[in-house]
């Protein structure tokens, strides 16, 4: 997904062609990324909560998923949409390096 975003940020839509390209990529890894996510939920969670876990997992991922879209949709409106692009691959970006900071300084 960070691919994804890099390129995109970097050649800003040069055809129609580049960006269907990337929009496969990104959904295969879209795909496998929560395929990952929900067995790894599955293999670490007690057999006793992890219908409890999965539903709170299934609601705190689809519940925000609208009011991205809204921020995205209002944003575009006003901005355009490559800089809402550039915003969100942005957003992305930040939100993975907080997530590598968070994992190291647990381990540590």
Do not use: K, W
Request: charged letters at 5%; aromatic letters at 10%.
């Amino acid at each position: 997904m960070m691919v994804f975003v890099l390129v995109m940020m970097v050649f800003l839509f040069v055809t129609i062609i580049v960006v269907v390209a990337l929009l496969v990529v990104c959904g295969y890894t879209m795909v496998t990324t929560l395929a990952l996510c929900n067995t790894s939920i599955q293999q670490r969670v007690p057999d006793t909560m992890r219908g409890r876990v999965l539903s709170m997992y299934t609601f705190a991922f689809y519940a925000f998923v609208p009011f991205g879209n809204l921020a995205a949709g209002l944003l575009a409106e006003r901005r355009g949409i490559g800089i809402t692009l550039l915003s969100l691959g942005a957003g992305l970006l930040l939100s993975a390096v907080a997530a590598v900071v968070a994992l190291t300084t647990t381990r540590a």
